[in-house]
């Protein structure tokens, strides 16, 4: 059964008191950093006696009475806000408080028009982000078993349940006790517990018995391989590797045992990693740069605002008029439309990753995707398949040898009980039932089982009803002792001293490619009645070697190359050992350099660490802190970090990168805390979603540049004429339509096409950059607003016609802020070396269009207008024409000359 806890750990909070000097029972606060190491060293007897527990289990009286004393087994888990909490978060951010107050001051001055323009913008924004993360949210949800998990514990006087056989190492009556099932979060410290193949441990345990017990703690180190643990005391280790501990969150391989419970809930190293998860999450990369942006625009107006309310007053005496006309400028600066672009973008892109079976739980994370120039990555069950199989089965020069696989076959498909992840491994190949017909030629005889004294098992088999073999593998130096032969190309040779150096180098070599190595050896015994034992297993033949291996994804090497070519730089960060790391970042083409270890992270300074880590590109034998750290230290250098995780120790590396990614199969704590989950077993699919966040960000970029560069334009063409016209250049109702038509046109922005050379590498906020854009084209609009002044007052006689003067300016502003996408759209030459999408062809056509229309239109009275003379047509397509050229040659050299692309 599989548990699925929705919590977290970190490890140093995982020492709580769970008994002192006295010897009593856990305490509900944390216990020393020795206490754990304690427990491990005690006697089983002791042990007990610390707990105030016994072999016959708790009183159920007893267990109800810790459960109210220590609360439930159960850790912390991400916080969900409910929805009309996110949906209030969701407006009060800097930006649509920003608005929103603009609408409040609109109202104030009686521009309902302007008011409820931008009230709207707000209120479509906020839903669209509320209702796409809300979904994902759903969908992510979906992706967790919801399975409802129990434990095998021993309690005294607890009603029907198994009766208790006795244990080894069991002693005391156990009429009174049975076996019995009871909810996870039911289990308290002093509980004896039942453990077999296939459950997950309930609780931090202190082991009483166990029998060939493997378990995989893979999820909480990153190691693939399984751990063998032992009841006998342990005078020496720390943290999770002592081996008469097992720890919540692992689960069993095989074999059985009997454990009592040394700690529960949040006092177990897996629930004190919860720490770290549940705290509020950092700012990203994405929030960071709009939040510049807000605080950008927020500078020019209380600059630009005042100043226009101050010269309409003091020129026209009038300051009500002075104050609607400043709000309407307010209005016209601030990009009233960049939360919904910003969403439409977003879910655009979360729609787009959707089809490629990527779930978006957060919908910034798209964008941060695309800024995204490190990633860092755990290995196990992201770069690896977090599964043993069977590389190498070769003889004792490391040459490809067939029958050490047969050999190693016939073991492990006689072997008795349950079979281990290496035996599973072997009975994988298939092919060697097919060629020797096991079953038709071979015969089980007898066993010597497995122990960890000899660390070895055999079997005896008779092949053919003639010939009897007996086959044992196991660890090498302890095959060694019992081997005086070796097989050496079909031949039988002795083993003498000089050839153990050989043997050793090549054992050495597997090892040093990150293989566990298993030796085989074999020996023909003669037909006998009585059965084998250990005493059976000497003057043994050395076969060869299997190895074994949790080999990379498929699709690692592919998806590292591709990054790297997208300018993402690839980190590993694992809590696995240095050797098995090395190995698979070498199959999957990492150049691996020197190897950070956690111990020396742990000596080093944030200084120290943050110059490290921009340089080193692997890192091994990592807490879950630590691989939080190194993204933090990245960060200081002022790379965007994501990171791809699926394990126990990954939540906190996921919490802190801008974009945390995860696996449909990762466990509940990583999908938690992951912004995107990936549901396909290809890892190829983070190149589309760094393509696909970069086109979000070049659009939503886009924007930014027109809106903020043709507003701050405008702001500088609306002061020079306040100044010196005897009205207002145009009234606050035709500015805030000029903005609503322009701000439709820009909807398409979404749909866009992004050149290839934008999206070729990481895009990040730079907040100067489009400061520097603003200051240099935003002027150049101001200069052919001016030639528009001279035009309708000099040509067209508008001194005493505030209606024509305002209608020319109004249709010259609104053509030349649309048309002028198509230049700042793209670094190249627009319509020629790179074409807009249709939509955003379609509206700004259509912009266009209604903006000469209206002087003509009924509407055209109500609004302030009237019709145009017929000589300023052709007028305003030379200066169109000339702004249009003019803003290609300056935005080619802010190119050249800044990079601004």
Known sequence: MKLNFCGYAFFPAFF???????????????????????????????????????????????????????????????????PLRRLLELFLAPLSLMLLSLALVAELTGEVHGAIVISVMVVLSVLLSFVQEFRSSKAAEKLRSMVHTTATVLRQDAGPGVPAEPKRGFQGQLGGSAFVEVPLAQVVPGDIVRLSAGDMIPADLRLLSAKDLFINQAALTGESMPVEKFAAAAPGGAGIELPNICFMGSNVISGTASAVVIATGGRTYFGSIASSITEQRQLTSFDLGVNRFIWLIIRFMLVMVPLVFLINWFTKGDWMEALIFAVAVAVGLAPEMLPMIVTINLAKGALAMSRKKVIVKRLSSIQNFGAMDVLCTDKTGTLTQDKVILEKHVDIFGEESGHVLQLAYLNSYYQSGLKNLLDVAILQHAEVDAQLHVAEHFAKLDEIPFDFQRRRMSVVVEKDHQTHILICKGAVEEIFSVC??????????????????????????????????????????????????????????????????????????????????????????????????????????????????????????????????EEAAVFAKLSPQQKARVIRALHRRGHVVGFLGDGINDGPALKAADVGISVDTAVDIAKESADIILLEKSLLVLEEGVIEGRKVFGNIVKYIKMGASSNFGNMFSVIGASAFLPFLPMAPVQILLNNLLYDFSQTAVATDNIDAEYVAKPRKWDIGNIGRFMLYIGPLSSIFDYATYFTMLYIFDAWDKPALFQTGWFVESLLSQTLIVHVIRTGKIPFIQSKASLPLMVTTVSICVVGMWLPYSTFAAALGFTPLPQGYWPVLAAMLLAYLGVTQLMKSWLIRRFGLD
């Open 484 to 613: 005086t032969k070796a097989e050496r190309h079909g031949e039988t040779v002795a083993l003498v001293p000089e050839h153990v150096a050989d043997l050793q180098s090549v054992i050495r070599e597997l090892n040093e490619d990150g293989f566990r190595v298993i030796a085989v050896a074999y020996k023909e015994v003669p037909a006998r009645a009585e059965a084998y034992g250990v005493a059976d297993e000497a003057d043994l033949v050395l076969s060869g070697y299997i190895a074994f291996l949790d080999p990379p994804k498929e699709s690692a090497a592919a998806a590292i190359d591709v990054l790297k070519r997208h300018g993402v730089q690839v980190k590993v960060l694992t809590g696995d050992n240095e050797i098995v790391t090395r190995n698979v970042c070498r199959h999957v083409g990492l150049d691996v350099g020197h190897v950070v270890l956690g111990s020396e992270i742990e000596a080093m300074d944030d200084e120290a660490l943050a110059a490290v880590a």
């Open 16 to 82: 709580g008191p769970q008994g002192g000097a006295e010897g009593k029972p856990l305490s509900p606060s944390k216990p020393p950093s020795s206490e754990l190491l304690a427990y491990a060293r005690l006697e089983t007897d002791a042990a007990l006696e610390r707990l105030e527990a016994s072999f016959d289990g708790l009183p159920a009286a007893e267990a109800a009475e810790r459960l109210e004393r220590y609360g439930e087994n159960s850790v912390a888990h991400e916080k969900h806000k409910g």
